[in-house]
């Protein structure tokens, strides 16, 4: 099992920036994958960043360019620095882990943070 702890969330003004830091602690060999994902009242979980262990990422499209999602190397923490926050990016976000064992998938999600973005 892993169990995922993040923190960093809170309430900014918009253009203002925040960082989210997720940890992982339990049974972390075998991360291959970090990601945040977010989730507005009345709307579905969406991705909004993902590094893995070769140090890929992938962004959605409405954050490019303005939030950075980086790892240390043993795949134990994630970031997720968000800048020029906009009213839009409010939302829980919640820390996700893809891990690997003798050929099977797992995931695991964290309890999540709330991010609020005033106008």
């Known amino acids: 099992q892993v169990r995922l702890v993040e923190s960093g969330g809170g309430l900014v003004q918009a253009g203002g920036s925040l960082r989210l830091s997720c940890t992982a602690s339990?049974?972390?060999?075998?991360?291959?994958?970090l990601g945040w994902y977010r989730q507005a009242p009345g709307r579905q979980r969406d991705l909004v960043a993902v590094i893995t262990s070769a140090g890929t990422t992938n962004y959605a499209d409405s954050v490019k360019g303005r939030f950075t999602i980086t790892r240390d190397n043993g795949m134990t923490t994630a970031y997720l620095l968000m800048n020029s926050l906009k009213p839009e990016d409010t939302a829980v976000y919640y820390c996700?882990?893809?891990?690997?064992?003798?050929?099977?998938?797992?995931?695991?999600w964290g309890q999540g943070t709330q991010v609020t973005v005033s106008s």
């Open positions: 339990g049974t972390t060999r075998g991360i291959n994958a």
């Open positions: 996700h882990a893809d891990r690997r064992s003798f050929g099977k998938s797992y995931e695991y």
